[in-house]
């Protein structure tokens, strides 16, 4: 089952005297982009959460938050930079000297510099916390992973449907192909006749421009590579790994064997399917850029 690589999961829980909160969301990227905003204090989770997280997810941008409350008190101290302070209250009074303002400095103005205070747990255990979130973070990607599943379905779908559409001018092209030879043959016995008037057309010689102009035009090649293509679209469309770079390519191919074909188009039917077939392969381009 192919995968989206834009997904939405949320968890939550109350144990053990915390309050966890985990988000995950992504959006389609070329590669694996990792990032995460913990509370302050927990930031010792960000490398755990990173390889957690890039062993179920191989593509995409990932952003996960996590949230951290206590639910109990616990011994806690508050502490002051006071550096930071003092740079404070004197570039308020600067403030007010030079523009001459009438309101004084009181601590709840400074107070609003919430930078100038710290609060200092008592020591946590890591593992233990780690352990709590891990738990929370496995429901939240169970519903992330949903999500994209989901979507990926979505997209599997389209993209199976437009390589029908594809598949099924190709088989118009394929019959076109021969009946354009036979046209060619026809209009240059036509044309020989009216400029040798009474003398009769060599027919060896038509037959020989016929068959050189049939070596020119011919398409068989190009669209016994395009169903191979497709087979393996098919095919790649079935599996559970991540396989959006290799759809990639194999898009690629198959536009380039339509536009082979659509250089040996001397006939307006056949220049028309072309458009027609490189159109659905760019909608079908568009939807694996979000194929993880």
Not at 36 to 55: A, I, P
Not at 63 to 76: K, P, R, S, Y
Not at 105 to 116: K, N, P
Not at 128 to 134: A, G, H, K, L, S
């Amino acid at each position: 089952m192919i995968k989206s690589m834009t997904g939405y999961g949320r968890a939550e829980s109350d144990a053990e005297g915390r309050g966890i909160l985990v988000e995950i969301k992504s959006v389609n990227h070329r590669y694996f982009e990792f990032s995460s905003r913990t509370t302050r204090g927990y930031n010792f989770l960000d490398e755990k959460l990173k390889s957690y997280v890039q062993s179920k997810v191989s593509r995409g941008k990932v952003d996960v938050f996590v949230t951290i409350e206590a639910l109990e008190d616990a011994a806690a101290e508050v502490k002051i930079n006071h550096s930071l302070a003092d740079g404070y209250v004197k570039a308020l009074r600067e403030l007010r000297d030079t523009y001459g303002l009438q309101d004084d400095i009181s601590v709840s103005t400074v107070a609003r510099y919430g930078d100038i205070f710290s609060i200092h747990k008592g020591e946590e255990d890591e593992d233990q916390v780690w352990e709590q979130v891990r738990s929370v973070l496995d429901r939240a990607l169970e519903k992330f992973i949903q999500m994209r599943s989901v979507e990926g379905e979505r997209l599997k779908s389209d993209i199976e449907s437009r390589a029908q559409t594809i598949l099924a001018i190709v088989e118009k092209v394929e019959e076109r192909s021969p009946q354009t030879v036979i046209e060619y043959q026809e209009r240059l016995r036509a044309k020989l006749n009216e400029v040798l008037a009474d003398t009769t057309a060599d027919e060896q010689r038509i037959l020989t421009e016929a068959a050189i102009f049939a070596d020119k035009v011919a398409v068989a090649e190009e669209t016994v590579r395009l169903r191979s293509h497709f087979q393996q679209l098919e095919q790649m469309l079935q599996s559970d790994e991540a396989i959006g770079r290799k759809l990639d390519f194999i898009v690629q191919e198959m536009n380039r064997e339509v536009n082979t074909i659509g250089s040996k188009a001397v006939d307006a039917e056949i220049a028309h399917m072309v458009v027609d077939m490189k159109a659905e392969i760019e909608k079908i381009r568009e939807q694996i850029q979000n194929v993880e």
